[in-house]
């Protein structure tokens, strides 16, 4: 029987360009650095001093929401905005499968605590839903006990995902396929504008499904995958262009430009890389930066 490739950084770190070698062995040791780190945090107070190298506060105050019929969340502190803050190791094309499509970190988990009853007082027709982990479990999260959780339409939406410009945009196989056979999730996910191909979703929407039409949808072909374009050749961990993320969002606006909402409220659940493009789109100026957590109305 053949022996299972396990990808870890030490492996990569003899199969990469001569020169991230010590990147990859920095990398492994980093990711156990944070990990300890995240075990003091659970015995930390809020206003513990070492929380100050986090740099993350966890109230969210809303930005212009009272008289406007979009609101746009940022996700919540997940794991790589946890990880990037905690070690200070900035390097985005130093590939690890651990931080691809990374959960809410438990700080973020809190932030939507603090955010959910603002959220709970905000009628809602429909909220659109990036297919991202951290998104999706920022919507669960704001809308477990929502006094008409049950009448808003929830829509996982492919094009507000986030720019494929790092590991951590990259979809990871199997996430939505768990997500869905979950009989606990609090709310109810449509998914009638993802393909039939589900776990092809990403590569369906950046039209390079020809490049991985041979993959199965499991992490042991994602990872070879990834492997071979991004490690082995030590390029950039890139997928998407700018320019293609900017039609996706100016096909998302028009769209939501021609819904009626009855005066109810759009919800729409995202990245900060996204935000900022619906923001330039729109025209709308801001004056305050897209934190985790973040919670901002406009008019569309």
Not at 30 to 48: V, Y
Not at 138 to 143: H, K, N
Not at 245 to 273: D, P, W, Y
Request: proline fraction near 4%; aromatic fraction near 8%.
């Amino acid at each position: 029987m053949q022996q299972k490739i396990v990808f870890d950084t030490t492996s990569l770190s003899q199969i990469c360009p001569e020169e991230q070698r010590e990147s990859y062995k920095l990398l492994g040791q980093k990711l156990q650095e944070a990990k300890d780190f995240e075990d003091k945090l659970h015995h930390m107070n809020d206003e513990d001093h070492e929380w100050e190298k986090l740099q993350i506060e966890l109230d969210c105050t809303p930005h212009n929401i009272k008289n406007s019929n979009h609101i746009i969340v940022r996700h919540a502190l997940a794991w790589h905005n946890y990880f990037k803050r905690a070690t200070e190791f900035k390097d985005r094309n130093i590939y690890s499968y651990d931080l691809m499509d990374p959960p809410l970190h438990y700080l973020g988990r809190k932030q939507c605590e603090k955010m959910r009853p603002e959220i709970n007082l905000m009628e809602f027709d429909k909220v659109y839903i990036s297919p991202l982990l951290r998104t999706i479990q920022t919507a669960q999260l704001l809308f477990q006990d929502h006094p008409q959780k049950d009448k808003i339409q929830f829509i996982l939406c492919p094009h507000i995902s986030e720019k494929i410009s790092s590991q951590y945009s990259i979809y990871k196989w199997g996430n939505l396929t768990n997500l869905l056979k979950d009989n606990n999730n609090p709310i109810k996910f449509d998914i009638s504008e993802l393909p039939q191909e589900l776990e092809l979703w990403q590569f369906i929407q950046i039209g390079k499904q020809d490049k991985v039409q041979n993959l199965k949808p499991c992490k042991e072909d994602q990872e070879q995958y990834l492997v071979n374009k991004f490690v082995k050749k030590g390029k950039n961990i890139r997928l998407e262009k700018s320019k293609h993320a900017e039609k996706r969002v100016k096909i998302f606006l028009e769209k939501l430009k021609s819904n009626q909402n009855n005066g109810k409220k759009t919800g729409i659940v995202s990245h900060s890389q996204i935000i900022k493009i619906i923001l330039a789109q729109t025209n709308k100026g801001v004056d305050t930066k897209i934190k985790n957590g973040t919670v901002l109305g406009i008019n569309i």
